[in-house]
């Protein structure tokens, strides 16, 4: 069993920058994929960026490549989304997720475990 937790959200103006953390529980962090998704209201998830297990291989929505980047850091258990230049349309809540398998993969049902999420806003 792997919890998971997001932090980072926040209200920022356009053009601005965030950091998301997802701190994860379990001893078999190091061995999974993991990703970033996000939900805006009234809208589907929709994938933003995904790792494998040991942070060598990366792959992000057309949407967010070049601004935004994922990384994590096996040795805290943590998972991390950098975003730079923010959109207003990239208002949503932002969901970490693993994944029982080390390669990374860019669809919801691919991943068994998720966070609770954490809301990050961008005003124009």
């Known amino acids: 069993q792997v919890q998971l937790v997001e932090s980072g959200g926040d209200l920022v103006q356009a053009g601005g920058s965030l950091r998301l953390s997802c701190a994860a529980s379990?001893?078999?962090?190091?061995?999974?994929?993991m990703g970033w998704f996000r939900q805006a209201p009234g809208k589907e998830r929709e994938f933003v960026a995904t790792?494998?297990?040991?942070?060598?291989?990366?792959s992000y929505a057309n949407s967010v490549k070049d601004r935004f980047t994922i990384s994590r850091d096996n040795t805290k258990h943590t998972m991390y989304l950098q975003m730079n230049s923010l959109k207003p349309e990239d208002t949503a809540v932002y969901y970490c997720?693993?994944?029982?398998?080390?390669?990374?993969?860019?669809?919801?049902?691919?991943?068994?475990?998720w966070g609770q999420g954490t809301q990050v806003t961008v005003s124009s």
């Open positions: 997720a693993a994944r029982g398998l080390g390669s990374p993969a860019n669809l919801a049902y691919a991943y068994n475990y």
């Open positions: 379990g001893r078999t962090f190091s061995t999974y994929a």
């Open positions: 790792i494998n297990w040991s942070g060598g291989s990366t």
